[in-house]
């Protein structure tokens, strides 16, 4: 029998004896961990940031052992559903150039800013999240929760607290689609108030033009919106304040940001000495 499953006799006859090896007792160890992070994550964590987290922790273990940890105990993250983007780019507003042109790591904070506008359903109706991303960090610095999509509720909201928590104190290019809430003449107005300011936006019906943006919207959707259902839009908000204000900014790690936060990346910028 023991030739058959291709074991040991000694495994057998301590298998028997209920002894336990000292990898199986490093596995559990292990997979105790692993459900830790995947608890403190609130499931939204795969094996690759489970396993980063661990190393900070100087937990020694390899991807493939957490994946096969993982997937043993049936432990998973939160899936990737499809979702649709959602500003209207048809309209008689003037369009600016593509001034970002995918250039997605800039050398520091408060040179080039993303931002985007998504829907999130409730059972009492829409809600609409404006963000604003700084490209250097990834930290959302800027955004607005609205029952309407008006621009001084979307996107001049969503950029007056971002230049408050970030004041602009150099060139700076704001990029977004072409969606009506940025090509207006409100919204225009307000950025003509900081003349460091140039707009740019995305090619016609490019969504990789405005790709940062876009995967923020993809994380919030299949990490908090999708599997939940909201009563109304202060539920929604309060777990939307949750999730990019101390889950996103302050704990998720990022992988274009070598596994670091933004908080940490943030930090690690502003140390750097800038050029003279």
């Known amino acids: 029998m023991c030739e058959v499953f291709k074991v040991s006799r000694s495994g057998y006859y301590n298998s028997l004896k209920g002894t336990v090896s000292k990898r199986a007792r490093e596995n559990q160890r292990l997979l105790s961990l ?38 043993q105990a049936q432990i998973k993250a939160k899936t990737v559903r499809r979702f649709r983007m959602g500003t209207d780019s048809r309209h008689s507003f003037a369009v600016s150039g593509n001034l970002l042109n995918r250039n997605f790591s800039p050398a520091a904070p408060g040179q080039a800013w993303v931002s985007d506008i998504t829907y999130i359903r409730t059972l009492a109706g829409w809600l609409y999240l404006t963000v604003v991303l700084d490209l250097a960090d990834r930290k959302v610095i800027g955004w607005a929760l ?42 225009r107005k307000e950025l003509r108030a900081y003349p460091l300011i140039r707009q740019s936006m995305s090619r016609r ?11 923020f919207f993809k994380s919030l959707k299949t990490e908090v919106v999708y599997g939940t259902r909201f009563i109304d839009q202060r539920v929604a908000a309060v777990e939307i304040f949750e999730y990019i204000e101390i889950f996103y900014n302050r704990e998720r790690l990022h992988s274009s940001l070598g596994y670091r936060t933004p908080r940490q990346m943030e930090e690690l910028l502003n140390c750097k000495p800038r050029a003279a």
């Not at 408050?164 to 003449?185: K, T």
């Not at 990789?208 to 876009?214: H, K, R, S, T, Y």
């Open 146 to 187: 609205s029952e309407t999509m008006r621009a001084k509720d979307t996107t001049v909201a969503a950029l007056r607290m971002a230049i408050s928590n970030r004041p602009v104190l150099g060139e700076l290019i704001f990029h977004s689609d072409r969606g009506v809430q940025y090509a207006c003449d409100e919204f």
């Open 205 to 215: 019906a490019n969504c990789w033009d405005n790709a940062v943006a876009e995967s």
């Open 34 to 71: 692993i459900k830790q992070e995947h608890q403190k994550s609130r499931q939204r964590y795969g094996s690759p940031r489970i396993n980063e987290a661990l190393k900070a922790k100087e937990v020694r273990v390899s991807r493939p052992r957490v994946a096969r940890l993982m997937k």
